[in-house]
């Protein structure tokens, strides 16, 4: 059975930096990407997805590795007087209609329709503004907002040598670094200013309030990985270019060269 990992991620987010690099570095090994809806990580996790990326927070039994946060934005008609604003405080908004107060609408699409309509305004990721590609809106930072965090989840029974493996390519770990070694900023959003450790889903896991994908991962290799389409046993798993499988967990002091 042809080895694989199978990654999905939620709308706003785009995985093909590291798909190019993953490809590249282990050919053998099929790399699937599997788009999928917000609120739809759990579900995604438990069929045969290995690792999601995700908007935190997540369910706090997944293990999850905060990478960077996205700027919120409020969305408004062009012609409004918000819009003449470079940018915007949670103060302006109290004289407005806020459609959707949460950090991520459940229905973007339709919030945006809203807004067009001339209903009132909607905070949202840069992220999911850029991708509804709304020409009659215009998007404003809105300052004093924390915004949004993605990370990269995944259950700990779905963890193996792939997993640990595509970590290391998100942080921006080269071919040839140990994962004894310190990771390079692998995020597109100020990744790496702080160590970030994989925390539950539920907690923050970065130094200080920022952005962060330095640091190690400590993703268990328990030997039960998909293979396939299904999940189980490591049977069928490519071991890693050059090497032999690894058996057990990785030793975190190892300095053998990937």
Do not use: C, Y
Not at 180 to 205: C, F, L, V, W, Y
Not at 230 to 236: F, H, I, P, V, Y
Request: proline share 7%; aromatic share 4%.
């Amino acid at each position: 059975m042809t080895a694989a990992l199978t990654i999905a991620f939620v709308p706003g987010v785009s995985p093909a930096k590291w798909a190019r690099v993953w490809r590249d570095r282990f050919p053998s090994v099929e790399l699937r990407l599997r788009p999928i809806g917000s609120s739809d990580v759990d579900a995604a996790l438990a069929d045969d997805v290995d690792m999601v990326f995700a908007r935190m927070p997540v369910s706090d039994v997944h293990n999850a590795i905060p990478l960077w946060t996205e700027t919120a934005v409020v969305a408004t008609p062009k012609d409004s007087t918000l819009a003449d604003s470079s940018e915007i405080t949670q103060a302006d908004l109290d004289a407005v209609h806020v459609i959707d107060a949460g950090p991520v609408p459940a229905d973007v699409d339709g919030a945006l329709d809203l807004v067009e309509a001339n209903v009132g305004v909607v905070v949202l990721p840069q992220s999911l503004f850029r991708k509804a590609s709304r020409k009659d809106l215009i998007a404003r930072a809105l300052v004093d907002s924390p915004g949004t965090r993605i990370a990269l989840v995944w259950r700990d029974e779905d963890a193996s040598e792939l997993t640990e493996e595509f970590i290391g390519v998100v942080r921006g770990r080269t071919a040839n670094s140990s994962r004894s070694q310190p990771d390079q900023p692998g995020g597109p959003d100020r990744a790496g200013d702080a160590d970030a450790r994989p925390s539950r889903g539920g907690s923050k896991a970065t130094a200080g309030g920022k952005d962060a994908a330095g640091g190690k991962a400590k993703a268990k290799s328990p030997g039960g990985a998909k293979s396939g389409s299904g999940k189980g046993s490591n049977s069928g798993k490519a071991p890693k270019p050059g090497r032999g499988r690894m058996r057990g967990k990785p030793s975190r002091g190892s300095k053998g060269n990937r």
